[in-house]
């Protein structure tokens, strides 16, 4: 995914590539707007499991962010191992977010549920100098999911019943076609 990840002045190393992603962490949890420019570079592209679609550029992260931030007011981001430096210049990191559901999550829409969350995911990173160029977020967005309450936790009643509406709709689906 990464190309060029450094000034041509300075090599990127494991402590460095752990400044920027703790500045830009840091930055990120302080909930403001103005730092997108600080670290994301204007052509930024932002794939995260939790977006509908790709992220591009500052305007597209300026929404993204504050629909995160509107939803999760609290909202925090947590360098848990890593950074891993790729040959290809590339950067990985295990990351926890957190944060608690007080707001509208849009999309997709869900209502405030006052849930907490703490969910870890893999961050994949393209650094140009001190920002962010590209960005590959993956997470378990069905634990997301649960967290928030928008699906029932595995075993409970409300997933049997899930089942049983997806297994219904499956043989209507059938009848309806033969």
Do not use: C
């Not at 670290?39 to 977006?51: L, M, P, Q, R």
């Not at 300026?62 to 290809?88: N, V």
């Amino acid at each position: 995914m990464a190309q060029q990840t450094t000034t041509p002045h300075e090599p990127l190393t494991h402590e460095r590539a752990r400044e920027v992603l703790q500045h830009a962490y840091g930055l990120i949890n302080e909930h403001d707007l103005t730092h997108v420019p600080t670290v994301f570079t204007e052509d930024i592209v932002f794939e995260d499991d939790a977006a509908p679609e790709a992220i591009r550029g500052h305007d597209d992260m300026r929404r993204f962010l504050g629909g995160i931030w509107t939803a999760f007011p609290d909202f925090r981001l947590e360098l848990l191992q890593g950074p891993y430096l790729a040959q290809d210049g590339g950067v990985a990191a295990q990351v926890r977010m957190t944060g608690t559901m007080k707001g509208k999550l849009d999309p997709p829409g869900f209502l405030p549920t006052g849930a907490p969350v703490s969910v870890e995911l893999g961050a994949f990173y393209e650094l140009e100098g001190d920002r962010i160029r590209r960005a590959r977020i993956i997470l378990n967005m069905t634990d997301a999911a649960v967290q928030i309450g928008a699906l029932p936790p595995p075993g409970s009643a409300g997933e049997k019943v899930a089942v049983l509406a997806q297994g219904l709709q499956v043989r209507v689906k059938q009848r309806l076609a033969g």
